[in-house]
T-cell receptor, first 111, second 118 residues
């Protein structure tokens, strides 16, 4: 099976600064790593994902990096804005369809 | 309007009663999932199903049961054997990875059901 560890559990940043969330996974066979954002009272929604054959992916202010050797991947948010405040979850997917999530990071962007 | 629908949004039940949470999707997705969300513990996998009439236990399956008689439906029953059933339950679905452009595609979530056992 897969075990996903996520750090930190809470993160407070000044508006305009960067935020970084890190995750590690246990199963080297995992091949898909999505990141989800959950705003208060809403369902989780995909913000970016990366596959095991790619080392980095960027979408405007959001980027994800993957180190397969070390079995860790990170989410980077640059130029943070108040609307970035939410809970962020990383996940890892094994070839048997099992999608396992980290415990989540509560991000607060201070104005 | 395609999507994944959970019902009801809020559910109250007496201790010792079984309760079934509904999850329906019209996205033609093969894989479906049930997660439990508790404060500070993220999303924990209860059951998942890759195809009709087949499902697998997740990390916290004890006290829960599921069925997958139709592709679009994946109901979850919270039984009286579940010691702490009060939680927020999320259902998700994703396309068969084998049909995706790169083999993997995102999971879409329902809006969730908040179950309170009194």
């Amino acid at each position: 099976g897969e075990n996903v560890e996520q750090h930190p559990s809470t993160l407070s940043v000044q508006e305009g600064d960067s935020a970084v969330i890190k995750c590690t996974y246990s199963d080297s066979a995992s091949n898909y790593f999505p990141w989800y954002k959950q705003e208060l009272g809403k369902r989780p929604q995909l913000i970016i994902d990366i596959r095991s054959n790619v080392g980095e992916k960027k979408d405007q202010r959001i980027a994800v990096t993957l180190n397969k050797t070390a079995k860790h991947f990170s989410l980077h948010i640059t130029e943070t804005q108040p609307e970035d405040s939410a809970v962020y979850f990383c996940a890892a997917k094994w070839h048997d369809y099992k999608l396992s999530f980290g415990a989540g990071t509560t991000v607060t962007v201070r104005a | 309007d395609g999507g994944i629908t959970q019902s009801p949004k809020y559910l109250f039940r007496k201790e010792g009663q079984n309760v079934t949470l509904s999850c329906e999707q019209n996205l033609n997705h093969d894989a479906m999932y049930w997660y439990r969300q508790d404060p500070g513990q993220g999303l924990r996998l209860i059951y998942y199903s890759q195809i009709v009439n087949d499902f697998q236990k997740g990390d916290i399956a004890e006290g829960y049961s599921v069925s997958r008689e139709k592709k679009e439906s994946f109901p979850l029953t919270v039984t009286s054997a579940q010691k702490n059933p009060t939680a927020f339950y999320l259902c998700a679905s994703s396309i068969d990875p084998g049909q995706g452009a790169d083999g993997e595609t995102e999971a879409f979530f329902g809006q969730g059901t908040r179950l309170t056992v009194v």
